[in-house]
């Protein structure tokens, strides 16, 4: 179905036409007078010069033709040429209904299918996942939710980082710990047990207690060094222990991005492309892309029209070790090859700007992506505490992600307490768990991602305002006043929407209208922000019309129904924009 604007437009061009005009002129826009009209054209001031004639006088001529036209309750021309337009109420509900009767809303195919990898996520086997995890998840999620919306084939993928130095100290801890396994023993041949020699809980003690002994202690370091190069060279009793840290983790793992309602099409990691690193480097150096540069192996980048340093992407270090950007040029390689995508999108903290600016350069100049491969890094800013300075514990650590979650829901679970007393507890802890997961979601993704934003409990979790849970209870409301009309006899089924009769319920329907061009408009601009900016807007009018209509007690049963209509639309579009942004509503709250 075609966008509102695209079909208020189409009749001021034909209108143009007729006058004897451009039709190209008659390009409308949303009013940035909204206190005048609801939509606009400028097309008479642009014409002007080409026809040699007043603005006014091209503006006066088009709007006589629009006069006859019925999907126009108002059309004038006014100095110094512009066309002040308002839909007819009876075009409006007719366009709703055409909405609610489609797929999606009306949102149309895309003019081009695509299948885009979306790199998001990212964790760190075997250390914990922390606050600096939450908005690559919460952002990813979303962006692949908007553009399979928007019709395309998208692939999540959360590209571990398993292939790292903590995978070494992990290894070089449990060695301090536990000598005798015969992990450690290089002569041993037999098999290795199938069960890990420890836990998650160890693990999640293991790690930190490594990491900290590698600051202090150089030779311990050392040897950590040693041990991730044993891992990744293969050598078998390493190996198998890497694949129990693996396995011990990525449960946990799952554990933790189910609860923030996250998932991923691809577990993928760094390990699973180190196969191609050899072939791809011996291309870059036969091909003379790469060269030597002090010791190491590099790719020059820097293109003349740079105005600031791009250094150059290292491929391998002097001790020819592989490095974060070859295994990013090698999971790219395996990706086109596998999934031939036209986009890939990145996700990550904006302070990897640089990294991917050498990596998508690297990729284009060797030839492992086409001309045509769009290659986009999404920078998000960094979740702040209340004194601006990146988020901390109480004692100064680095908050784990588990902990924000809970600590949102335990705030959500008490003001849901307080205002609904009734709740029994299991039902109250259940709805502030989805109410909580919105607020954490809402309050992340209501910023535009490259800013960095205050996690601030108390506002994310209130009830009133930019919130998760303001537009929650909007929902809720809606379903409440659904179910009554249904207890009282009244079916859903087979309803329309009629025209509005007061200029709140013409506003929402006008809110309601826009729902296509915000999607096209998130898709374009990957931004979640868009989405929860419409639902603010959507859930403002209809709660304005809400304390102006009455619904369930309106006496003229024709005009009931088509009330419930119109808040069957409206809470249709809020479902699919939580949905969106990675969470759901409760019926109750
Ligand atoms: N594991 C990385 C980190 O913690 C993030 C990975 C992002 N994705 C990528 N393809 N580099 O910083």
């Not at 004194?387 to 949102?408: A, M, N, Q, S, Y």
Request: net charge negative.
């Amino acid at each position: 179905m075609n966008k509102i604007l695209d079909v208020i437009s189409e009749e001021v061009k034909k209108a143009f036409e007729t006058a004897g005009y451009d039709r190209e002129l008659g390009r409308v826009t949303l009013s940035n007078r909204p206190d005048l009209c609801e939509y606009q054209c400028n097309g008479s001031l642009a014409g002007a010069k080409k026809y040699h004639k007043a603005p006014i006088m091209i503006a006066q001529s088009v709007a006589e033709v629009l006069k006859e036209n019925s999907v126009f309750s108002e059309v004038s021309a006014v100095a110094p040429g512009f066309l002040n337009l308002k839909v007819s109420e009876e075009f409006l509900s007719g366009y709703l209904n055409e909405m609610a009767a489609s797929e999606k809303f009306g949102v149309a195919e895309p003019e081009k299918k695509e299948t885009i990898i979306i790199d998001y996520g990212g964790p760190n086997v075997a250390k914990p996942l922390h606050v600096g995890h939450l908005r690559t998840a919460v952002i990813g999620e979303s962006v692949k939710r908007i553009l399979r919306y928007a019709g395309h084939d998208v692939i999540g993928d959360i590209h571990l980082g398993d292939w790292g130095l903590q995978m070494g100290q992990v290894i070089t801890e449990l060695q301090e710990r536990q000598p005798e396994l015969p992990y450690f023993d290089e002569s041993y041949e037999g098999e290795y047990p199938e069960e890990a020699p420890f836990t998650i809980t160890d693990l999640e003690e293991i790690y930190p207690t490594a990491s900290g002994k590698c600051k202090v202690d150089e030779a311990y370091k050392e040897r950590a060094l040693e041990n991730t190069k044993k891992f990744q060279n293969g050598v078998r009793g390493y190996r198998a222990l890497w694949k129990h840290i693996m396995n011990v983790s990525l449960p946990d793992i799952k554990r933790n991005y189910d609860k923030l309602n996250v998932e991923f099409d691809l577990w993928k990691g760094e390990s699973d492309v180190q196969y191609l690193i050899p072939g791809m480097v011996e291309k870059f150096k036969e091909e003379g892309f790469a060269h030597e540069s002090e010791g190491a192996l590099v790719v020059d980048v820097k293109e003349e029209t740079d105005t600031k340093e791009i250094p150059p992407c290292i491929i391998l270090k002097s001790d020819g070790a592989s490095l974060y950007s070859t295994t990013d040029l090698a999971t790219i390689e395996e990706r086109m090859e596998k999934y031939h995508p036209d986009t890939l999108i990145y996700i990550t903290d904006k302070r990897q700007a640089m990294h991917f600016e050498q990596v998508f350069r690297c990729a284009r100049k060797t030839g492992l992506v086409e001309p045509e491969t769009r290659l986009v890094h999404i920078g998000y800013g960094t979740v702040n505490g209340s004194d601006g300075k990146p988020f901390k514990t109480r004692e100064g650590g680095v908050p784990r992600l588990e902990k924000l979650i809970e600590e949102i829901d335990d705030e959500m679970y008490r003001k849901i307490r307080e205002s609904r007393k009734e709740l029994s507890d299991e039902e109250a802890r259940k709805t502030a768990d989805i109410v909580g997961l919105a607020a954490l979601k809402y309050g992340d993704l209501s910023n535009q991602a490259a800013k960095d934003y205050v996690f601030d409990v108390d506002r994310f979790t209130s009830f009133e305002g930019d919130t998760g849970p303001y537009i929650l209870y909007t929902i809720v409301r809606i379903k409440s006043i659904l179910e009554k009309y249904v207890q009282q006899g009244g079916s859903l089924e087979g309803l329309s929407i009629l025209p509005a009769q007061n200029p709140d319920e013409k506003a929402l329907m006008l809110e309601i209208s826009g729902f296509q061009s915000m999607i096209a408009g998130a898709e374009k601009e990957l931004a979640p922000n868009r989405v929860c900016a419409y639902i603010y807007d959507l859930s403002n009018a209809f709660n304005r019309f809400y304390h102006e209509t009455k619904i369930i007690a309106e006496e003229d049963e024709t005009r009931k129904a088509g009330l419930i209509a119109l808040l069957m639309l409206t809470k249709g579009v809020l479902e699919d924009c939580i949905d969106l942004l990675g969470f759901g509503a409760p019926d109750r709250m």
